[in-house]
């Protein structure tokens, strides 16, 4: 079984620059995380899509993150405009159904550098 | 909202026992444990459910207290595979789920 694909793996703006993640869950999987992981901290969620419907965007800065989950499959998640403090790795995570018993499969990560 | 776990970072050499502890300020209906090796994307260990339950896996296990809103995860005679950073994972209302602050686990010959 194919594990869950990101694109690009490592990624380098400048700040004020836009920049977009790719993910490509594990097939089947309804639900599709989006975290940010700064280093040494653990990582944080930013929005949670069911199918192509968003259960949390709580901790979305939503003045510059957006993400969209077309067709409920793939996902991509936009920064605009990078600040410095976005320098993390992005991870994305699929879950067959979703909600409190389901185990999290973590892609590969993104890591973003911005200078 | 993030749980905070204890201790922050530990070291043991192989064959000792570990407890990493995750404590939440609100009401819990999960808890997850997952582990993060340098560099790598964090792999599931394991999920416990309200009601107290303990699981296992392998060497590896972990309660949970609703009551106190806490989980514990065990680590008995530790390997050096089991070396990395372990977060617990609090899912707080069935939708929003949080990752702890982490504990660095070193484990040395």
């Known amino acids: 079984e194919a594990g869950v694909a990101q694109s690009p793996r490592y990624k380098i703006i400048e700040k004020r620059q836009s920049v977009a993640f790719w993910c490509n869950p594990i097939?089947?999987?309804?639900?599709l995380y989006w975290y940010q992981q700064i280093l040494g901290q653990g990582p944080k969620l930013l929005i949670q899509?069911?199918?192509?419907?968003?259960?949390?965007d709580s901790q979305l800065p939503k003045d510059r993150f957006s993400a969209e989950r077309l067709k409920g499959v793939d996902s991509t998640l936009k920064i605009q405009p990078a600040k410095l403090e976005d320098s993390a790795v992005y991870l994305c995570?699929?879950?067959?159904?979703?909600?409190?018993?389901?185990?999290?499969?973590f892609g590969p990560g993104t890591r973003l550098l911005v200078l | 909202q993030q749980p905070v776990q204890s201790p922050q970072a530990v070291i043991l050499r192989e064959g000792e026992d570990a407890v990493i502890n995750c404590s939440s300020s609100?009401?819990?209906?999960?808890v997850h444990w997952y582990r993060q090796k340098h560099g790598e994307a964090p792999v599931f260990l394991m999920i416990?459910?309200?009601?107290?339950e303990q699981k296992g896996h392998e060497k590896i296990s972990a309660s949970f207290n609703e009551k106190k809103q806490q989980s514990s995860l065990y680590l008995t005679a530790s390997q050096l595979s089991y070396s990395g950073t372990y977060f617990c994972?609090?899912?707080?209302?069935?939708?929003?789920?949080?990752f702890g602050t982490g504990t660095s686990l070193t484990v040395i010959p």
């Open positions: 899509f069911q199918n192509n419907g968003v259960v949390d």
């Open positions: 097939s089947g999987h309804a639900t």
């Open positions: 994972g609090t899912d707080l209302t069935g939708n929003q789920f949080y």
């Open positions: 995570a699929s879950s067959l159904v979703g909600g409190n018993q389901e185990t999290q499969y």
């Open positions: 609100k009401a819990l209906y999960s």
């Open positions: 416990l459910l309200k009601g107290g």
